[in-house]
């Protein structure tokens, strides 16, 4: 079984809906983080979470909201859709403690089409 | 703020030749890491190599290997003996050491083609 996962994998939605993408993981670790891709922009930190308690925005957060349920699981909201949020939405996971340079381990990547 | 840069948007290579991909970054820091990642048409982000910046030695993973410039802020990946499925987009990535409060910087990718 994947170790980071994603839900939904595709998603096609109307201008003004609110739209939540779910990431859990069984890596355990305790950073996790949504990014955007935009093709020709590689990938964009949208928000990150360094445990349950502490999260923060990136450098594209406007827009965007998340929430931390718990360690493994991390979700990402879109209150009102707009056109311009059509993009792959990756999330990740990171252990700072385990010598990688605090690699990013990425889920499969949802694909959100915004009409 | 560091910014990472993937010159060739493009490349193609045939399959069992060697194939470099560029990538360039700026930065004022002396201490950080460095990345490839490989995105097949799966979509899957896949971590291909990383390089610690305190380190003299080339990072290799059997056929992939870099050439780490610190001086000039180079970060070129080798694909040897090239296999249809190295076709994908490859990114190159910094990550700073100090903060990790920092993200990651991705470059724009580069979309590499394996002919047969």
């Known amino acids: 079984d994947a170790d980071v996962t994603q839900t939904p994998r595709n998603r096609i939605t109307k201008t003004g809906k609110r739209i939540m993408l779910e990431c859990s993981q069984t890596k355990g670790h305790d950073r996790m983080y949504w990014y955007r891709q935009d093709p020709g922009l590689g990938l964009r930190l949208i928000y990150y979470s360094f445990d349950v308690k502490d999260i923060n925005k990136g450098e594209i957060s406007d827009g965007y909201s998340v929430s931390r349920q718990a360690q493994a699981k991390f979700s990402l909201s879109l209150e009102s859709a707009i056109p311009n949020q059509t993009a792959l939405y990756f999330c990740a996971t990171s252990d700072p403690g385990a010598g990688e340079g605090d690699t990013q381990y990425f889920g499969p990547g949802t694909r959100l089409t915004v009409l | 703020a560091q910014t990472v840069t993937q010159s060739q948007p493009e490349m193609s290579v045939q399959e069992a030749e060697t194939v470099t991909l560029s990538c360039t970054y700026d930065?004022?820091?002396?201490?950080?890491?460095l990345f490839w990642y490989k995105q097949p048409p799966s979509r899957q982000m896949i971590l291909v190599i990383r390089?610690?910046?305190?380190?003299?030695q080339n990072a290799t993973e059997n056929r992939f290997s870099v050439n780490f410039q610190k001086a000039a802020k180079s970060f070129s990946l080798k694909i040897s003996d090239s296999q249809l499925g190295d076709a994908a987009m490859y990114f190159c990535?910094?990550?700073?050491?100090?903060?990790?409060?920092?993200?990651?910087?991705f470059g724009p990718g580069t979309r590499l083609s394996v002919l047969p």
């Open positions: 990535a910094y990550r700073s050491a100090y903060n990790y409060g920092q993200n990651f910087v």
């Open positions: 930065t004022s820091e002396s201490d950080y890491y």
């Open positions: 390089q610690e910046a305190y380190k003299q």
